[in-house]
């Protein structure tokens, strides 16, 4: 594995190679890596805050030496959905499912996916082979709890044996909770949601198998077992999270990604961006407390670790350099299918390691938008695409977080351009990563802050509400952050430029 690691780092290659490895789940024991002391002292000069857990040199803190813990994390767990990469392989479906011996499937999609050419390829490959199929085509784009219920009664009204979830991650995660609902036919809706807005119950049994195919490139869920949806009585997204949800297969085929409108391709990679920017930044997989008492109680968002550094690293630099590129220029193939890549790799990344703030934040803001409706989103209703609201607060996080890991965040800013030759003080990291984004931001031309989706500083109360409860991504930050920390990063992304 070691040399795998170090070979990864510097290959774009590598990353198509480790998909194979990551095909297969884990089973070796993990690595325990302890902390090491929090007072210790760093190559980049000053302490770490005493509000974090990694020490300045966490770029290398897989190599500390354990210390004898009960209460703290000691191990991670790395497993990803099959993944099959390829212009054209989603043709292959068809065949997929004769091999799966399918005796019903259910195709989910959306009503503007289900125009699209890439519907016609599965229902071609689909009749070709004589699999038996229903199509579900009224997914919503940025889910809800009952755009969720709809599509859990269409599954256990046909029963299918088999999913196929073809779309954004909007579709994707609506499948995952149709598939999880059929095989918990009497649950309530909120028993497997994330406490405490749900229940947070353990998922034990095995859903039926789910193909997903990406239309996007940016939530990576076809790798992931995470399903976010907007919550109505509260207005926030939230979200179940279980490896049990985790697709099959997922088949990432670059064609499907080239009818992407920009602004859709903007917010999709965005995403991806801040998948890779705050999973290389969480809380450390061995300072998270505290340790399960049983192995499935593991969570799926566990915190950073030598194995989603570099992942999550390789998205971030793929996205820095192809998705101006995809976006701006549809005929660039080569960005096309380097923006696919980046987002499963991304997704393989933030799918052990899971998110933090901006993602935390992103759900309030999307769950209490007024009236933004976001350009060329061809939908009936408001809409804060969910890599817009992410991205808007990128600046602000990561100019608060900096202190937590400076030598990560000087990594990330070196990525996107920045000489970092001379800027080695700490309390520099933060300002400078955010510096970086926020020029990213504005090349790309997504909303100067909250106040461009409407917000003013008298939400900053009803935001913070919102946030304080997504603690299955929250407590992954790297600072400890409680409502006047909020408070000060929603102001602060009020304007970004």
């Not at 991650?169 to 009497?186: F, I």
């Not at 209490?368 to 607060?393: M, Q, R």
């Amino acid at each position: 594995m070691s040399a795998a690691v170090r070979v990864a780092q510097n290959s774009k290659a590598s990353i198509k190679s480790l998909i194979s490895l990551m095909n297969r789940s884990c089973t070796c024991p993990a690595h325990s890596h302890a902390r090491a002391l929090q007072n210790q002292q760093s190559t980049t000069g000053g302490n770490c805050s005493k509000h974090h857990h990694h020490t300045q040199e966490c770029g290398h803190h897989h190599d500390q030496q354990p210390i004898d813990d009960k209460n703290h994390e000691y191990a991670f767990e790395m497993a990803s959905s099959t993944m099959r990469f390829g212009e054209g392989v989603t043709r292959e479906v068809g065949q997929d499912l004769v091999n799966m011996n399918a005796q019903k499937v259910l195709v989910m999609t959306d009503p503007n996916i289900a125009k699209l050419p890439v519907m016609k390829t599965v229902i071609g490959s689909l009749q070709a082979n004589r699999v038996n199929y229903v199509v579900y085509d009224k997914t919503r784009v940025e889910p809800s709890d009952q755009s969720f219920q709809d599509a859990i009664d269409f599954a256990k009204l046909h029963k299918p044996d088999v999913f196929v979830a073809v779309g954004g991650g909007s579709v994707m995660d609506t499948c995952k909770a149709a598939n999880l609902y059929l095989h918990y036919p009497e649950a309530d809706l909120l028993e497997f949601v994330n406490a405490p807005i749900g229940k947070g119950s353990v998922i034990h049994k095995t859903l039926s198998p789910l193909i997903a195919i990406p239309t996007t490139a940016g939530t990576g869920s076809e790798t992931t077992g995470t399903a976010i949806f907007d919550y109505k009585p509260l207005n926030v997204k939230t979200g179940i999270a279980s490896r049990k949800l985790r697709p099959t297969l997922g088949i990432v085929d670059p064609l499907n990604t080239l009818t992407m409108p920009k602004q859709v391709k903007i917010a999709s990679g965005l995403d991806v961006l801040c998948h890779a920017l705050e999973s290389y930044t969480a809380l450390p997989y061995n300072e998270r407390s505290p340790r399960p008492s049983n192995p499935a109680e593991r969570p799926a968002y566990q915190g950073s670790n030598p194995i989603s550094d570099i992942w999550s690293l390789e998205a971030l630099r793929l996205t820095v350099k192809y998705l101006g590129r995809s976006a701006n220029d549809p005929t660039d193939k080569e960005a096309n299918t380097e923006m696919c890549l980046a987002a499963s790799a991304a997704g393989t990344g933030f799918g052990s390691a899971g998110v933090h703030l901006c993602h935390g934040m992103s759900y309030p803001i999307s769950g209490l938008n007024k009236n933004y409706k976001h350009p060329e989103y061809n939908v009936d209703h408001k809409i804060v695409p969910h890599g817009i609201s992410v991205a808007v607060t990128a600046p602000a996080v990561f100019r608060y977080t900096g202190e937590a890991c400076p030598d990560r965040h000087f990594k990330a800013a070196e990525i996107f351009g920045a000489d970092i030759s001379k800027v080695r003080k700490a309390e520099s990291a933060g300002p400078l990563l955010a510096d970086q984004l926020t020029k990213y931001l504005s090349d790309l031309g997504v909303p100067n802050g909250l106040e461009a989706l409407g917000y003013t500083k008298t939400d900053i109360p009803a935001l913070v509400k919102g946030t304080l409860p997504q603690h299955r991504v929250t407590k992954l930050a790297p600072l400890s952050t409680g409502a006047e920390a909020l408070e000060r990063i929603f102001e602060d992304a009020m304007k970004n430029y």
